[in-house]
Each structure stands twice: as C-alpha cells, then as structure tokens.
C-alpha cells in the first residue's frame, strides 16, 4: 500500500506565505512526476504546479513568480511555498504522486486527501 498525506494548510491573511508539504510512504520503489492541485468551493480541481523525478517544474499562470515547487526525492516529499497569497488561493489543495510500487511494473497515481488553504482578512 501507498499513502500520501498532505499538510501545512491553515489560515493566512492576505499578502501571507504559507509551505505546503507532500509526504509519500509505502512500498515505493520510484515516483515519477509529483503534483498539487487545487478545488475552491463551487470549481473544478485545477492543476497548480507539477514537478518531475529530474527536479523540472510547470506552474499554472495563476501562480508563476508566488508558489514555488521542490521535492526530495530522499523523503519522496514534495513541497508547495506560496507567498503573496490572496483571497483567490483559498481552496483545498491536493497532491498526487505518480508511484511504483515493489512487485509491480506499473506506475500508479496516487492521491492525497487534501489540505484547506484559507486566505483572508
């Protein structure tokens, strides 16, 4: 079995950082490309940044030059540093992993349960 949980997620007044953090645990032999998402109430999920197994990264427009993406691969834990935050960046943000695990050829993306990102005033 494969877990990934996310935290760091909370309250934050606009113009505030907060560091979001992707754990993945298990029988993992690799992961391919990590990613965060994010859903605010009433939208659909949308992709908020990806990083691959190389350290490349890609990030939705809406978030180039405030959040950026890192992981180590050591821990397979993924990063989210988000600063100058606005009201806009409130949703649940959800992380996958794209994992292989022991005994399977196959890669399998795994989801995370979610963490609330809540910015205001």
């Known amino acids: 079995q494969v877990q990934v949980v996310e935290s760091g997620g909370g309250l934050v007044r606009p113009g505030g950082s907060l560091r979001l953090s992707c754990a993945a645990s298990g029988n993992i032999v690799n992961i391919n490309d990590m990613a965060w998402y994010r859903q605010a109430p009433g939208k659909e999920r949308e992709l908020v940044a990806v990083?691959?197994?190389?350290?490349?990264?890609n990030y939705a427009d809406s978030v180039k030059g405030r959040f950026t993406i890192s992981r180590d691969n050591a821990k397979n834990t993924m990063y989210l540093q988000m600063n100058s935050l606005t009201p806009e960046d409130t949703a649940v943000y959800f992380c996958n992993a794209d994992v292989r695990r022991f005994g399977y050829t196959n890669y399998v993306l795994t989801w995370g349960q979610g963490t609330q990102v809540t910015v205001s005033s």
């Open positions: 990083v691959t197994s190389g350290g490349s990264t």
